[in-house]
């Protein structure tokens, strides 16, 4: 593990000093290909019955360290593209205000994602992360907001992705609301 964190490391490094663009927008990318592998197995547990398929209960049983490095590659995603100087100007934030909220809520769910926190919420625990489809919600819009006009490979694929769980997260929903308001 500490091998692969180095070589990580070492190459957020040198791709941030040579290609900082394409570094920031992989990140993104694989921040968010992270946190929609982490929705793939119940979507497809609850919408096709899909159960004992072996990715799905890799991505199953892996979930909390896939959701955690959706964390990481986020933050590091952010400390390559943000820009030091609007740290200074308040007036700046609201450049970022749709990846605030998106790194907001990310870290809520990351963190409250594991066992004791998870014994302690009880019920509220499931309330709270219900705030995913928030994030499914929201990454549209900051893709939108930040790449309108100048889309590349890695867009249309974050932009379909995305879209395609936000239509199936609706309708596991969607299912949800119904068994419970007319069953
Ligand atoms: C304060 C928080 C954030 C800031 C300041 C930020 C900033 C940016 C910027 C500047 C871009 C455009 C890069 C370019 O010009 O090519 C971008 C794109 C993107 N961001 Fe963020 N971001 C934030 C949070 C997030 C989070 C939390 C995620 C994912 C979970 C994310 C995913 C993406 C993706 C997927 C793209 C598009 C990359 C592409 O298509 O090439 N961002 N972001």
Redesign the pocket.
């Known amino acids: 593990m500490s091998i692969f964190l180095a070589i990580y490391i070492i190459i957020v490094i040198l791709f941030s000093w040579l290609f900082p ?1 394409f570094l ?6 694989l ?2 290909l992270s ?1 929609l592998l982490t929705l793939f197995p119940s979507l497809l547990r609850k919408l096709f019955n899909i159960r004992n398929n072996l990715f799905n209960n890799w991505l199953l049983k892996h979930r909390r360290y896939i959701g955690v490095s ?1 964390f990481g ?2 933050v590091n ?2 400390v390559v ?3 030091i100087n609007d740290l200074l100007d308040v007036s700046k934030y609201a ?2 205000r ?3 909220l ?2 907001f809520i ?1 870290g809520l769910l990351t963190f409250t994602s594991n066992d004791w926190i998870v014994k302690k919420l009880k019920k509220d625990w499931k309330k709270l992360h219900q705030l995913t489809y928030l ?1 499914v919600l929201l ?1 549209p819009l ?2 939108l907001d ?2 309108s006009g ?3 490979y ?2 249309y694929i ?1 932009m379909i992705t995305t879209i395609g769980i936000g239509i199936l997260s609706a309708c596991r929903l969607f299912l949800k609301y119904k068994q419970t308001n007319f069953f």
């Open positions: 663009r920031s927008n992989a990140l993104g990318f921040a968010l946190y959706s590659f986020a995603h952010i593209s943000i820009n450049h970022y749709i990846g605030l998106l790194i990310l994030i990454l900051h893709i930040k790449m100048k889309f590349n890695f867009t974050e």
